[in-house]
Structures are given as C-alpha cells and as structure tokens.
C-alpha cells in the first residue's frame, strides 16, 4: 500500500535553531516528492519539488534531501524564523499514469521567540 | 504561474442546507484539479479530481458531488448537509510534473 509517514508529528524550537523533518514513504514507482508549507487556516504552499535524480534541493532556508533507495527525505529548515511556524507536508507521487498524489499528515512546526 | 482562487473563506451552514463551493483557475489551461478536504491531524483526503471539462472522478463515498463546466472551474457541491461534512475544503490544481498549487480553502461549519 502507497503511504508517506513524516516524523515528528509535532516540534517545538526556539528562533534561530535549525531543525529536521522527516519524511518516509513507500510509493512505488515513484515519480516526485514535494514538501508544502501550510500556515494555519490557508492552503498549502510548494517549498520544494525532487524527481528521482535529484538528491537535493534549497530554497531560501530551506533544504530538502532525497534518498531514493530508502525512500526518505528531509526537509531542513536553517536559522528558523517566527514565520516559520507552520505545518510542512510531504507528498509523493507515483510513477504511473494513474497513480494519485499521496499527502504525509504533515509536521506541526511550532517556533518559540 | 499558477493561481487558484477559492471562495468563500468561511462558510457556516445549517443541517440539509445545499452547498455550492467555487474554484477558479488563473495563469494556465487544461489543468488537472483536485477538491480534498483536510481534518485535524489527518492529512489531506481527496474527494474528487478532474483532468479535464465534464470528466469528474470520485475517490470516496459521500454526501459531496463536483463539477468542471469549464477548462478552469472546479465546483464542489452538496443538495442536503450533513454535521460530518464539516471541515476545511482546498481546491488544488496542476499539470504533468508541476507542482501542485492550492487555493487559500473555504473553512465549513454545519450546524
């Protein structure tokens, strides 16, 4: 069965401290994984995309990490903000023409001034 | 690039009341769309995606329908609401190896 599990499920740090989230999955095949940024009570927005090849990615403070062959990721957030407070989303898609997009419950990032 | 809009933002309803949500498409053509609903701590569920006019696939069993009368509108409706229908509902668009962009979510109350 297609699944994306992301640890932890909640994280609290203080303003300035780099923190990790994980995401495993085990979509298969796969074809690309993304993690979202939802801030409270809107959508979702892309932080980052990584197909197969792509073994990692930034934006901004932000650094996603691909493993492919254990089917891991993580999204490492540098020098955190308040702003950053926030819930991060890893969603994988599969490899085939009718694979559904399948969405982490996400991490509940909480940064403390 | 991309935008989806989506509205209302809030939405409290009565029991039985129908239901009509709206989502439009901005800065592309022929997108696949996707209604998923989001309940506390449990991820995203999705409802219905679309990959093209009038071509509606539903992925659970439920209260809700949905719509494509046109290339860039997305409508996800209900005739009689349920309490269990509550919750925050995202409209959300995209193409082949694109990310997948989100409205803003309509938050429904049934009361």
């Known amino acids: 069965k297609n699944q994306v599990e992301q640890s932890p499920q909640s994280l609290i740090i203080l303003e300035g401290k780099n923190c990790t989230l994980q995401?495993?999955?085990?979509?298969?095949?796969?074809?690309?994984l993304r993690w979202y940024k939802q801030d409270t009570g809107r959508g979702p927005v892309s932080l980052t995309i990584m197909t197969f090849s792509e073994n990692t990615k930034s934006n901004g403070r932000y650094t996603a990490t691909l493993d492919a062959d254990t089917k891991q990721s993580s999204l490492h957030i540098t020098a955190s903000q308040l702003s950053d407070s926030a819930s991060y989303i890893c969603?994988?898609?599969?490899?085939?023409?009718?694979?559904?997009?399948?969405f982490g419950k996400g991490t509940r990032l909480h940064i403390l001034p | 690039s991309q935008t989806i809009h989506q509205w209302p933002a809030t939405l409290v309803q009565p029991v039985g009341s129908p239901l009509s949500l709206e989502c439009t498409v901005e800065g592309t053509s022929n997108p696949n769309l996707y209604w998923y609903r989001q309940a506390a701590g449990r991820g995203l569920q999705l409802l219905f995606y679309?990959?093209?006019?009038?071509?509606i696939s539903s992925e659970v069993p439920q209260n809700l329908s949905a719509s494509r009368p046109q290339d860039r509108q997305f409508i996800l409706s209900s005739k009689k609401l349920l309490l269990s229908d509550s919750g925050f509902y995202l409209c959300?668009?995209?193409?082949?190896?694109?990310?997948?962009?989100f409205g803003n979510g309509t938050r429904l109350t049934v009361t």
């Open positions: 959300a668009g995209d193409r082949l190896n694109s990310p997948l962009h």
């Open positions: 995401c495993n999955y085990t979509v298969s095949p796969f074809s690309n």
């Open positions: 679309s990959v093209g006019i009038g071509q």
């Open positions: 969603v994988v898609s599969g490899g085939n023409r009718d694979d559904k997009i399948i």
